[in-house]
T-cell receptor
Framework: SAVISQKPSRDICQRGTSLTIQCQVD?????MFWYRQQPGQSLTLIAT?????????ESGFVIDKFPISRPNLTFSTLTVSNMSPEDSSIYLC??????????????FGSGTRLTVV | GDSVTQMEGPVTLSEEAFLTINCTYT??????LFWYVQYPGEGLQLLLK?????DKGSNKGFEATYRKETTSFHLEKGSVQVSDSAVYFC???????????FGAGTRLFVKA
């Protein structure tokens, strides 16, 4: 399975500022996924990022707040913009396993623990 | 839409106790089912999977059987260790799709 390097691992940010999270994969992948995990809760998909096209956002998430870049098949960034304390969460990137249609599950980065003060 | 329901935690067990974490799902078609584990301060790791009815996924002493008739995928382990303390997520990915639906997670504490 792929290995994902995600950084930063954690950060404490002032409200109103922005943070960019990076994910580097050790192999080429078509789709990369960004999730949010709010404290004590499950994962919520923010968006799906394909190389060469705009990311597809889930209901409740917008590009202005969470712009995503996908410049090549091994790298993606998620920016959390104009942060407020409600954005304090763990953000995770993920890629699909080798199986067809996600049947092999997904590999996750180690996560970015964001605290907004 | 598709959904996953798993038992609420936390679950607290003594070392060597038997573990069951219940998971049921609602989905159209024939989803693949997964258990992921999240150790403290880490991302999620795939623990085991099953892609069709009656399949049994197993890994590290954990097992789960895909039961289509009861739409369940309960996680079991015969003898837990302190190192199994983590949050466990049941999840599904539906046929031909790429979106994974996660349960709420169940936190397990194992005492020595």
């Amino acid at each position: 399975s792929a290995v994902i390097s995600q950084k930063p691992s954690r950060d404490i940010c002032q409200r109103g500022t922005s943070l960019t999270i990076q994910c580097q994969v050790d192999s080429q992948v078509t789709m990369m996924f960004w999730y949010r995990q709010q404290p004590g809760q499950s994962l919520t998909l923010i968006a799906t990022a394909n190389q060469g096209s705009e990311a597809t956002y889930e209901s409740g998430f917008v590009i202005d707040k969470f712009p995503i870049s996908r410049p090549n098949l091994t790298f993606s960034t998620l920016t959390v913009s104009n942060m407020s304390p409600e954005d304090s969460s763990i953000y995770l990137c993920s890629v699909e396993g080798l199986g067809i249609g996600g049947s092999d599950g997904y590999t996750f980065g180690s996560g970015t623990r964001l605290t907004v003060v | 839409g598709d959904s996953v329901t798993q038992m609420e935690g936390p679950v607290t067990l003594s070392e060597e106790a038997f573990l069951t974490i219940n998971c049921t799902y609602t989905a159209t078609g024939y989803p693949s089912l997964f258990w992921y584990v999240q150790y403290p301060g880490e991302g999620l790791q795939l623990l085991l999977k099953a892609t069709k009815a009656d399949d049994k996924g197993s890994n590290k002493g954990f097992e789960a059987t895909y039961r289509k008739e009861t739409t369940s995928f309960h996680l079991e382990k015969g003898s837990v260790q302190v190192s199994d303390s983590a949050v466990y997520f049941c999840a599904l990915t539906n046929t031909g799709g790429f979106k994974t639906i996660f349960g709420a997670g169940t936190r397990l504490f194992v005492k020595a």
